[in-house]
């Protein structure tokens, strides 16, 4: 059973950076993804890194946002800068196989407030 965990939430006040981790339990993945559900919204696709190492981002986070991936240690990196309320929210990750399959984290907390 492939496993996928998030970890790297908290409590930012704006302007902050965090940097979450979504590491999983296999390295035969084509592409690892950031999701993110703000409250009282639908979950939206924050950014995600393919195998080759292309990425691509959600214009909402771009320049702001930046993903990356160490092949060594199965995991994904989401670097997040400049941190406003309107980031609050649970971010999710999910990796999805070579075959297709679609792995989902349980998600972390981010909160941005002062």
């Known amino acids: 059973q492939v496993q996928v965990t998030e970890s790297g939430g908290g409590l930012v006040q704006p302007g902050g950076s965090l940097r979450l981790s979504c590491t999983v339990s296999t390295s035969f993945f084509m592409s690892l993804a950031w999701y993110r559900q703000r409250p009282g919204q639908q979950r939206e696709f924050v950014a995600a890194?393919?195998?080759?190492?292309?990425?691509n981002y959600a214009d909402s986070v771009k320049d702001r946002f930046t993903v990356r991936r160490e092949s060594a240690e199965n995991t994904a990196y989401l670097q997040m800068n400049g941190l406003t309320p309107e980031d609050t929210g649970v971010y999710s990750c999910?990796?999805?196989?070579?075959?297709?399959?679609?792995?989902w984290g349980q998600g972390t907390q981010v909160t941005v407030s002062s």
């Open positions: 890194i393919v195998s080759g190492g292309a990425s």
């Open positions: 999910k990796a999805t196989s070579r075959k297709g399959s679609i792995y």
